[in-house]
């Protein structure tokens, strides 16, 4: 089945750093990926969609310039929490939609999700 | 807009017990809709997907239903095991721009 790679699983970062989140799309490709944030015991809320070779859309609220999207090829989309603060402490999820492949139905596939804690 | 509900928010049973979790949605043009399992700190599994024309789908002891029209879903697990322990999530994609809307999840835990 369509299997989407996350990393790293966790990381820790001291305030005002950067740190980059990878998603890949192992056995598929991936024109579109999407990117979610999960607080504590809450579900998952869109932050934006990353699209291949073009600039990522951002739901209300996100911040752009905070959070960058790279979707630089077919199987990789990155995000980029720049100039961090404690606030932005989270569970960041990826996925990619698997509908790429001919008759294939189009389902979500998820990464394992990345811990950024930041101190 | 969307807005899924999942209700209960936690269930607690001993182990052997059928488990019911339910899922309902305000917005009836779905493509799809999707139930998906969470372990602490991890990603989501794919459980079942059953396509908007689709009125059930069935994996081993999972069995979910769907009524697009009334705007429902039930997830049903047979004979429940310690390890369906998790936070189960309904998810429904919409037919417009085919983004998820999800619930907040029942937390389920099977004692033994």
């Known amino acids: 089945g369509a299997v989407v790679s996350q990393h790293p699983s966790w990381v820790i970062c001291k305030s005002g750093t950067s740190v980059k989140i990878e998603c890949r799309s192992l056995d598929f490709q991936a024109t579109t990926m999407f990117w979610y944030r999960q607080f504590p015991k809450q579900s998952l809320m869109l932050m934006a969609t990353s699209n291949e070779g073009s600039k990522a859309t951002y739901e209300q609220g996100v911040e752009k310039d905070k959070f960058l999207i790279n979707h630089a090829s077919l199987t990789l989309s990155t995000l980029t929490v720049t100039s961090a603060h404690p606030e932005d402490s989270s569970f960041y999820i990826c996925s990619a939609r698997d509908g790429d492949r001919a008759g294939k139905t189009y389902g979500y596939t998820f990464g394992s999700g990345t811990r950024l804690t930041v101190v | 807009k969307q807005e899924v509900t999942q209700i209960p928010a936690a269930l607690s049973v001993p182990e052997g017990e059928n488990l019911v979790l339910n899922c309902s949605f305000t917005d009836s043009a779905i493509y799809n809709l999707q139930w998906f399992r969470q372990d602490p700190g991890k990603g989501l599994t794919s459980l079942l997907l059953i396509q908007s024309s689709q009125r059930e789908q069935t994996s081993g002891r999972l069995n979910a239903s769907l009524d697009k029209s009334s705007g429902r879903s039930t997830l049903y697990i047979a004979a429940s095991q310690p390890g369906d322990s998790a936070t189960y999530l309904c998810?429904?994609?919409?037919?417009?721009?085919?983004?998820?809307?999800f619930g907040a999840g029942t937390t389920v835990t099977v004692r033994a």
């Open positions: 998810a429904v994609q919409a037919l417009a721009d085919y983004k998820l809307s």
